[in-house]
């Protein structure tokens, strides 16, 4: 049976990332880094695709699960007729060796215990040679070596690894399984009680330097613990999530590779991490972002990979059946190819707000920024495929235009504030002409709301971001209206859909669940026409579909009550912090983005 996406905990290394489920299953697992190959795939295809699985023999009672406060290491309680035992899982950051490690511990009474470990590289198609290794088994399958250590005897069993075992009260039984590139020397072992103690203290201090103090203290320090292991550290890239394929509609064919980093949530990025306290991390992002989109401006994507890699080119992965019968499964994403306009007014924000955060100058940055504002001057009237991807026709989307007066704004400021050198008349004359055009192209006068491109009467909820990055104040009515078409024409239950997806705009099958990301913008645009109460109820209302552990995926499906899409989603994560420093008091993102 197929576990849900809430059943799910996020473990990672800053480089990588699996997924544990309740049952005690690692069904997703890509080594060495997000986006590579998976040795475990079971989470889009079957047990034979890969998984390493841990577990009492016989029926479980309950289950309970949290994570060590501060941390990502995670504890999984089994109770039985036996005893209870804990699953203890989490990843080391990075030395030499990347791991997985797992401790069973006994908390009381004998439980017998089973363990399966199914090793199959790039995404479930390539069975390894699995060797005896004294200390356990090792597997190579080309560049890929994985070796498990443990105490216990393991055999085989058609093509799997398995062992049975007990744990009586007091004991701790240790498993690391251990990746590394089959070509070069194996890492030396590394002691598992040592690793977790190690690992405690770095995620506890680093939590412990979050900034945030305010009523939702634990659902922020847990959305940055987790952007934090959305990070690949090398770099500073964040990836929209750790899986690829996860479906917005359960048996649909919306299912996107999302192991890449996406400039449209690059000043979101900022906000958070600043918000949480942490600079070292704002500085590193906005340095990745300088190195992805160094070049001429008209090559500028809207995503790239952790390390900057532009060549995303899509595939799909036929041999996996998908998560719930959901199919295509995709190895990367052809939206790389994409013309967005809004990205370079996200370029231009994260890079205005870096300077006035009080992050250390870049000498590339103001270069990197006139030539963007040479390209927007040029091509803004011109159509695209909008911030949600979509692969229907391009159109005249409303947001992508505010977000190219978003670019002209910025570029303006810089000048004023700091003296930047550039042709700032020039500027404020574009700023003021994109400006009329969407007042003009980009509003219905009858409905009284702005629409989602020019010629239609649809409304979007990337409209939400008019007030949020300063195109006009919330009170105005005309941002009233749009507001109020959102939640009269996009809400289902409560929650905040992208866009009519019966539209002909995206070229896909209708259906999808709600945006969690923007049910956020939504509460920050109550908060700014000073409607609190709605702004704060809304905001919990996200809290509460989070699951057990505090994660969430990128959308919600009302009508069955369960996560969909890829998990954990960055952006959803950097809504509850930036949402909630909206909420605790004056002068957060929401207020501070468009101001001077």
Not at 71 to 79: S, V
Not at 81 to 93: N, R, S
Not at 432 to 458: L, P
């Amino acid at each position: 049976m197929t576990s849900r996406i809430e059943d799910y905990a996020l473990l990672g290394d800053c480089e990588t990332a699996a997924l544990v489920s309740r049952e005690g299953s690692i069904d997703w697992l890509c080594w060495p880094r997000f986006d590579s190959g998976a040795c475990f795939a079971a989470l889009l295809g079957t047990e034979d695709h890969g998984r390493w699985l841990l577990r009492p023999e016989g029926e479980v009672r309950r289950v309970r699960r949290r994570y060590r406060e501060g941390t990502l290491i995670l504890e999984t309680e089994f109770e039985t007729d036996d005893g209870k035992v804990a699953l203890i899982d989490f990843m080391p950051l990075r030395d030499e060796t990347s791991d997985v490690m797992r401790i069973v511990e006994s908390r009381g009474g004998k439980v017998p215990m089973r363990m399966e470990l199914v090793i199959r590289f790039d995404y479930g198609s390539i069975v390894p040679w699995v060797r005896d290794a004294g200390d356990g088994v090792r597997a190579i399958a080309g560049p890929n070596a994985l070796h498990l250590r443990t105490p216990v005897a393991l055999r085989g069993e058609e093509f799997r690894t398995v062992a049975s075992f007990e744990v009586a009260e007091g004991e701790r039984v240790p498993f690391t399984l251990s990746w590394h590139a089959s070509h070069k020397r194996e890492p030396e072992e590394r002691d598992a009680e040592e690793a977790l103690e190690d690992t405690e203290r770095w995620w506890r201090e680093w939590s412990g330097r979050c900034a945030y103090e305010g009523p939702w203290k634990d659902a922020v320090v847990r959305s940055l613990v987790t952007l934090k292991a959305l990070t690949y550290a090398p770099t500073g890239g964040l990836v929209a999530a750790p899986t690829t394929s996860l479906p917005e509609s359960l048996g649909g064919v919306r299912n996107w590779d999302y192991r890449y980093c996406w400039l449209r949530d690059a000043t979101f990025t900022l906000y958070a991490l600043m918000v949480g306290g942490y600079q070292e991390e704002a500085a590193e992002w906005r340095e990745w972002l300088l190195r992805a989109v160094a070049g001429h401006p008209s090559k500028l994507q809207i995503m790239y990979g952790v390390a900057g890699e532009r060549r995303l080119d899509e595939r799909h992965l036929d041999w996996l059946p998908g998560y719930a019968r959901s199919t295509p499964v995709r190895e990367g994403n052809a939206a790389w190819t994409q013309q967005q306009l809004d990205v370079y007014g996200e370029v231009m924000d994260a890079l205005h707000f870096a300077r006035r955060s009080g992050l250390a100058p870049d000498e590339n940055a103001w270069r990197i920024q006139r030539a963007i504002m040479d390209f927007v001057a040029a091509s803004w009237q011109e159509p695209d495929n909008g911030i949600w991807e979509v692969r229907g026709p391009k159109r005249h989307f409303t947001h992508s235009r505010v977000m190219a007066w978003v670019a002209a704004d910025r570029a303006v400021k810089a000048v004023e504030r700091w003296r930047l050198d550039g042709p700032v008349e020039e500027w404020k004359r574009l700023r003021k002409e994109i400006h009329s055009e969407v007042c003009e192209r980009g509003f219905h006068a009858g409905r009284n709301t702005f629409v989602q491109h020019y010629g239609t009467d649809e409304v979007d909820a990337s409209l939400l971001m008019i007030p949020l990055v300063g195109f006009l104040p919330a009170t105005d009515p005309r941002v009233e209206g749009t507001i109020e078409a959102v939640r009269r024409e996009l809400m289902r239950d409560g929650f905040v859909m992208r866009y009519p997806t019966c539209s002909d705009v995206d070229g896909l099958p209708p259906g999808e669940g709600a945006f969690l990301a923007c049910t956020l913008w939504l509460a920050d645009n109550l908060a700014l026409s000073g409607k609190t109460d709605e702004a704060t109820e809304l905001f919990e209302r996200v809290l509460r579909v989070r699951n057990d552990v505090g994660l969430l995926a990128e959308e919600y499906e009302p009508s069955e009550r369960r996560l969909v899409g890829n998990f954990p989603q960055a952006i959803s994560h950097l809504g509850i912090v930036n949402t909630a420093r909206n909420l605790s008091r004056h002068g957060g993102p929401a207020e501070e983005r468009p101001a001077r």
